[in-house]
């Protein structure tokens, strides 16, 4: 079985090879969109700059000229050098036929060959030089002796090829120039009609396998599948299955949905195809299908082979009934020719088509249903064990100190998906060699995730005036942060200018939070407004600072009472959509204008209560605002000592929980969000 594998594919790449050759025998390229892995033979790499080629034609031209004219030249060159009295001697004996003479340099032609002086060869044609002292009357003795003499060269310089080809050598570059002008322009108008120069990868340097995908272990056994499938289909044929022709993987951005790809296609040992769906729409129709069909013909040649087209929900939007025109045409035309070519596979060609989504509710029926992307894997966030795990991957080659904890740093990144805790250890790193080290430190770590969550240090001088306001817009938001029940655990409390903001609080929880109750969103709607609060409390006066926190509030509570159905009045139903206006969904005037009622009334009542907290714990509102003042910046510890407030652990998130009944976390019910931590900004 593994033999008659491997046979095939060899004569699968010797087809591949033999249409190369044919290309580049040819003296075209081909002009492809996608990226490809682990094709035999794929070493193209980027098309260079032609400016070196022209000149490169132009040098190779004047070499060719120079031989040719030099070729003739040398063979034209059969004149002998005579001395002048075997010159004279010849004329004597009136075997001279005619000469030529310029200056005192005379050539001519024998009647009749003579011997070279001093040589074995005889000649005929000859050339001398005629002394300044010599006192004879050549021109009489010539003509006695019938010779000719004339005003034409006997021998030409050059030959009549070589004269042909240098009085064409300026019109030859010229058009050789403007044949390369052409062929630029026309390379411009081919890339905005649809023709793109290839990206050619080379599959030493990217193939990767599930040694470097980690933190998404369901994941990963879903499509080790695939990967059997395509190593060894003959065991599925026999029992009659078929491969799925499409496996659709959707998630937020950076969760690593084209590294599974990539993977999968690694640990098979297949060629892989990756285009994004973007680089097939044009602004002629029709482009977009043709590059769809060269796409699917060429991963048929080399199958087992996997497609892996990213942001598909470009051109897999839903179709609208009404028609279009221009783009919107292109865009199902290309939709229309993937839904053709899925349907074409048998599920024994041995092609796989992987797609990749942040968007697959607004994706087309048609491209979804069973028959072409029968599989649909859901890519999450990574949970506290699967960060542990990709920092894990991701530090493999950085030298880390004894103090790196990385299950710690997973604790404190709650939310991070795995670009942005690549982007932490790379900025860990950059952090740790500006500071002269040898290996990167916990430090390092909490410096960099500072700056990735926060934003990186400003040098902004603020008045003592200012810097006191923020301490206390800052404390306010912590303080209410460690006297809601249930709240985030405060992390760090700045009043150092990052980013936008003047002053940060940064908050996240020990464990990963999938559900959230009424009581919680509450606190987080208080917390939020603990900024604004402490400054009015303090100063009697409300200050711009308080911007985000509003936006934070009010966008909490508008999901609480318009999606989520926390309010008695408004009762459990959905008033805003996930996307669009409400009135389009069905949603009345009155029940907008009740809706913004209850979200006004709940923000009074949190900002009324925030004010009440802070009111009642002013003293441990002063003694966060005096610390900060002298510090600037305290971490978790230093916080909770200074407000002498016990760090407790979270109280179940399932308000009215009994013994026996499920947690939340046993249910796995509830709103399905996860953040990276709240963080306030003034």
Not at 552 to 570: E, H, K, L, N, Y
Request: charged share 25%.
């Amino acid at each position: 079985m593994a033999d008659h594998t491997g046979a095939g594919q060899t004569t699968e790449q010797g087809t591949v090879g033999r249409a190369r050759w044919a290309r580049r025998r040819r003296g075209t390229a081909p002009q492809r969109p996608w990226r490809t892995e682990g094709l035999p033979g794929d070493g193209e790499g980027p098309q260079k700059p032609t400016w070196w080629r022209f000149w490169a034609w132009l040098l190779g031209w004047w070499l060719l000229l120079f031989a040719l004219t030099t070729v003739q030249d040398v063979g034209s060159a059969q004149v002998a050098a005579v001395p002048y009295t075997e010159f004279t001697a010849q004329v004597q004996d009136a075997n001279v036929r005619e000469v030529f003479a310029r200056g005192n340099t005379i050539e001519g032609v024998l009647k009749e060959p003579a011997d070279r002086p001093g040589e074995e060869d005889t000649y005929t044609e000859f050339t001398t030089e005629r002394p300044v002292f010599a006192d004879d009357d050549l021109l009489a003795a010539l003509q006695r002796s019938d010779a000719q003499v004339s005003a034409t060269p006997v021998t030409t310089e050059r030959g009549f090829l070589a004269n042909l080809l240098i009085s064409l050598l300026p019109v030859a570059v010229l058009v050789g120039f403007w044949l390369w002008v052409l062929r630029r322009q026309s390379g411009a108008m081919g890339g905005m009609l649809g023709g793109k120069k290839p990206r050619r990868v080379d599959p030493s340097e990217v193939r990767v396998s599930f040694d470097d995908v980690a933190g998404i272990d369901e994941v990963e056994d879903q499509v080790v599948e695939i990967v059997d499938f395509l190593k060894d289909p003959d065991k599925y044929r026999r029992l009659g299955a078929r491969m799925p022709k499409g496996v659709l993987l959707e998630g937020p951005p950076g969760t690593g949905k084209t590294l599974i790809a990539r993977a999968t296609a690694g640990e098979a040992g297949v060629p892989f195809f990756s285009a994004s769906a973007s680089e097939f729409i044009e602004m002629i129709v029709g482009v977009g299908a043709s590059r769809v069909r060269e796409l699917f013909a060429e991963a048929r040649k080399v199958a087992p082979a996997i497609v892996f087209i990213d942001e598909i929900d470009t051109i897999g939007r839903t179709r609208s009934a009404t028609g279009s025109v221009g783009g919107h045409d292109e865009r199902e035309q290309t939709l229309n020719q993937i839904l053709t070519e899925m349907d074409g596979f048998t599920g024994t060609e041995g092609v796989v088509v992987l797609a990749a989504t942040n968007r697959a509710d607004i994706l087309d029926p048609a491209l979804t249903r069973a028959g072409r992307f029968d599989r649909k894997i859901t890519v999450g966030v990574p949970d506290q064990h699967g960060r542990q795990e990709i920092l894990a991957v991701h530090t493999r080659t950085v030298p880390l100190a004894p103090d790196v904890d990385l299950a710690h740093v997973a604790r404190t990144t709650p939310g991070m998906t795995g670009a942005d805790l690549a982007n932490l250890v790379n900025e860990a790193a950059l952090l740790a060699a500006r500071r002269g080290r040898e290996q990167v430190t916990l430090r390092d770590f909490t410096d960099a995730l500072e700056k990735v969550q926060l934003g990186a240090e400003r040098s902004v001088v603020l008045p003592r005036e200012e810097r006191l306001r923020t301490a206390y817009h800052e404390a306010g938001h912590a303080l209410l942060g460690m006297l809601q029940p249930g709240a985030d655990l405060v992390r760090k409390i700045s009043i150092v200018p990052r980013g936008r903001a003047l002053g940060v609080t940064l908050s996240t929880p020990d464990t990963d939070r999938y559900g959230y109750d009424r009581d919680y969103l509450r606190g987080r709607i208080i917390g939020a407004l603990g900024g604004m609060a402490a400054e009015e409390e303090v100063f009697g006066v409300i200050t711009t600072g308080a911007e985000s926190d509003l936006q934070t509030a009010t966008g909490i509570a508008r999901q609480m009472v318009g999606r989520w159905g926390m309010s008695p009045r408004v009762g459990p139903v959905q008033v805003y959509p996930l996307e669009g206006d409400p009135r389009q969904a069905g949603a009345s005037e009155a029940l907008l204008e009740a809706v913004d009622e209850e979200v006004r009334t709940l923000v009074a009542d949190c900002y009324a209560e925030a004010r009440q907290v802070l009111g009642d714990h002013r003293d441990r509102l002063e003694a966060i605002v005096s610390t900060l003042m002298d510090r600037e910046s305290l971490d978790e510890t230093e916080v909770y000592a200074v407000a002498g407030i016990e760090r407790r652990p979270a109280t179940p998130q399932l308000v009215g929980a009994v013994p026996g009944f499920p947690s939340r976390e046993d249910t796995a019910s509830g709103m399905v969000s996860s953040r990276r931590g709240s963080t306030s900004k003034r």
